[in-house]
């Protein structure tokens, strides 16, 4: 019985409230396991794509955290914010889904991939469409670590 990506994506928005108890960059790391699952066996390019993820939500943390150096992102400026875990929340949010964006972007699950992708961003409450980079909010400051991460990808 072949599943619709519309009730792939429904059941996906659905389950998102139930796991708000595990922190951002779990649910991203999940959502990231399963697109693989979906993907074909690349154990080598999904291995580096499991740790541009994984440096792209740490240089969003690391922003907020002046003892803490970025790995990736290095000229992204220290950040501040009145609620540091909401703001850290969404630069993280905001980094994962542009960068799970541009690598699942092709492939055989890659519409049901980028819709998880999505209901996620809307799940957490954030706007998938924005893609400002450059003010000073933790959404531009998400951005901005994507794409310095996916450029880091086009070189590395």
């Given at each position: ?72 992102a ?18 993280i ?8 964006n ?22 957490l ?6 893609t ?9 400051l ?15």
């Amino acid at each position: 019985m072949k599943t619709s990506l519309a009730a792939i994506v429904v059941a996906s928005a659905i389950a998102a409230p139930a796991v708000a108890q595990q922190s951002v960059a779990r649910q991203w790391n999940d959502e990231q396991l399963a697109a693989i699952r979906r993907d074909l066996a690349r154990p080598t390019v999904h291995a580096r794509n499991l740790y541009h993820v994984s440096a792209a939500m740490w240089d969003a943390w690391a922003a907020f955290e002046p003892a803490a150096d970025a790995v990736i992102a290095v000229n992204i400026p220290d950040m501040s914010a009145s609620d540091v875990n909401a703001a850290r929340n969404m630069a993280i949010s905001y980094a994962a889904y542009r960068v799970l964006n541009n690598r699942f972007s092709t492939g055989p699950g890659a519409a049901v991939s980028l819709a998880a992708f999505t209901a996620r961003m809307n799940a957490l409450g954030y706007d998938p469409s924005y893609t400002g980079t450059t003010g000073s909010t933790p959404a531009d400051l998400g951005n901005a670590i994507g794409a310095a991460v996916i450029a880091y990808g086009l070189a590395d």
